[in-house]
């Protein structure tokens, strides 16, 4: 059986909610962060990178948000989750989630996370002081030129949704305006009103 | 035929090399970031992020370095540079080109592009000064636990081998003791040897 290893209120929601939608038979470990259980040993052993999400299967750990996501969907999910009929549509579904994790993702973690680029506590300031403007820009770079509806990518549901419901969870407290994002609002709305969202939110929100 | 945005010195050299490893027919267009061509409305039209590399395809525009390697692979390449014959493998290949593009090219982009982050000059100091600490950490623990060989990821050359080549070559410049990295040295010297290689290195490098 699947275990993965996640935080609450971390990006491992994403991975969740989508082993929740394919109806995966899965063991869920939820690592305390604020007693710093990310670090211990016996995590390190799991993922020497001492993030989540980590996904434990029979043939190893898998860690990365988008590479779980893409697995979940190959073993459990269907062709379309993934775009598996048409290499484009696979790439496209990829290039949106990579936006995510290496783009969005990291503006950001400038707010909490910034002692990861430079030690002076000014930097950190100036950081955090920056998050609004550069997660204004990059998530309404999102609902201006890449979200299609009424699923990220249009009319199938993809491995993009759980990852962008994940991190628009986040954005009205990292100071976006989110009334001028209405397409993101619509989706977050839908993506709460099913079932395996709901189920994830419970067990980690 | 496919045509690719790159910059020089650039992370576009990956996807370069693998269309030359793949001998696919395409167009290299080479913008010049000292003159902002990537800013440009033409260019902003193609990627509204304004970054390389982009690749045309009949299909549409791909960005993102992840997803236009699985393309180039998928369409052009042998089964084996994805992983393609097993999810597992597949996901552990996107897993390592994930930590590739949200973590070390993040970490390497504070020496130059802190202004994404922060606007107070001695902020982008700080994150300068960082550099160093943290492309020695991040490539450490490619050396030290992610790297198989001969190859990234074993016996064969997959997608990864092209993106790691790509961000080692600019890691002693970030203040790298690359001596204390032999597997990653031996691997920067076995992807030189190669024809493809060397042809991207002349046209971009």
């Not at 930097?123 to 403007?133: G, H, S």
């Not at 890449?146 to 100071?175: N, Q, R």
Request: with cysteine.
């Amino acid at each position: 059986m699947l275990k993965i290893f996640a935080a609450r209120q971390s990006v491992a929601l994403a991975s969740v909610i989508l082993l929740e939608e394919v109806e995966a038979d899965y063991e869920l470990h939820v690592l305390d962060f604020s007693k710093g259980e990310q670090n211990l040993p016996e995590y390190r052993a799991v993922n020497p990178k001492g993030r989540v999400p980590a996904l434990a299967t029979e043939d190893g750990i898998l860690t990365e948000t988008p590479a779980i996501l893409v697995y979940i969907a190959q073993r459990f999910g269907s062709a379309q989750m993934t775009g598996a009929h048409d290499p484009f549509v696979f790439a496209k579904i990829q290039e949106f989630n990579s936006y995510l994790a290496s783009t969005v993702h990291v503006a950001h973690a400038h707010r909490f996370r910034g002692a990861r680029w430079a030690d002076a506590p000014e930097a950190l300031e100036a950081m955090k002081k920056k998050v609004p403007e550069t997660m204004t820009q990059t998530v309404g770079l999102i609902e201006s030129d890449f979200f299609k509806g009424p699923w990220v990518l249009g009319d199938a549901y993809t491995v993009c949704d759980p990852y962008l419901f994940t991190i628009c969870s986040w954005i009205e407290s990292d100071g976006v305006d989110t009334s001028k994002l209405p397409k993101l609002q619509a989706h977050h709305e839908r993506m709460l009103a099913r079932p395996a969202t709901q189920a994830a939110v419970a067990k980690l929100g």
